[in-house]
């Protein structure tokens, strides 16, 4: 098995400041996302990455740069934190497409609070 | 720009009652259809998915898809206490690894 990790757990941040996470995964797959879970609610696509230097945005990507230098990790930018902004950062990774291959496995997310 | 939409957004039922979740998308490409459950303070973990229409059990849970009417559903029979999470639907199109997931249903099994 893997296991997928995120730092920091939390992040607590100034509005307007530029604020970086990061995730690490050992699973060596190939295709790597990042989505935001507002409180209580369904997930919104940021980013993805299907390999290593490759960027894709998601619904979500104004506000928000993305990084994928390397095939285990993928790290988000918030370009310009928002006041009131709360919400969980989740890093999801799979091994690719095909049945069973689009499983996506996440991690523990980070929590974002702006003040 | 697929869109996907579930209902309903919260259910209680009592323990052992059979409960029905449902999901709709917008892209008639669509070809990965999956559902994720999410208990409280936890990362989402995925439960089953299907590629193609008709029917998938796994144990209590079942999945249908209906291409033509851009649906699917999640059946859970004999539900347990441990079943009660926010259970989120996903859909991605055949020729993109970008999955969209859906807004959430909250269930609550009561023991």
């Known amino acids: 098995g893997g296991i997928i990790t995120q730092t920091p757990k939390f992040l607590i941040g100034q509005e307007g400041q530029k604020l970086t996470l990061k995730c690490q995964q050992n699973f060596n797959h190939d295709t790597m996302y990042w989505y935001r879970q507002d409180s209580g609610k369904g997930l919104r696509l940021i980013y993805y990455?299907?390999?290593?230097?490759?960027?894709q945005k998601g619904d979500l990507s104004e506000g928000y740069d993305a990084s994928r230098e390397k095939k285990s990790s993928f790290s988000l930018t918030v370009t310009s934190a928002q006041k009131n902004e709360m919400a969980v950062f989740l890093c999801?990774?799979?091994?690719?497409?095909?049945?069973?291959?689009?499983?996506?496995?996440f991690g523990p997310g980070t929590r974002l609070t702006v003040l | 720009q697929q869109k996907v939409q579930q209902s309903p957004e919260s259910l209680i039922v009592p323990e052992g009652a059979m409960t029905s979740l449902n999901c709709t998308f917008s892209d008639s490409a669509s070809q990965y259809f999956a559902w994720y459950r999410q208990h409280s303070g936890k990362a989402p973990k995925a439960l089953m998915s299907?590629?193609?229409?008709g029917e998938k059990e796994e144990g209590r849970f079942t999945i249908h898809l209906n291409k033509a009417s851009l649906h699917f559903s999640l059946h859970i029979r004999d539900s347990q206490p441990s079943d009660s999470a926010l259970y989120l639907c996903?859909?991605?199109?055949?020729?993109?690894?970008?999955?969209?997931f859906g807004t959430g249903t909250r269930l609550q099994v009561l023991p």
């Open positions: 990455s299907i390999t290593e230097n490759d960027l």
């Open positions: 299907i590629f193609s229409n």
């Open positions: 996903a859909v991605a199109a055949s020729n993109t690894n970008k999955v969209v």
């Open positions: 999801a990774s799979s091994i690719g497409w095909g049945d069973n291959y689009a499983e996506q496995f």
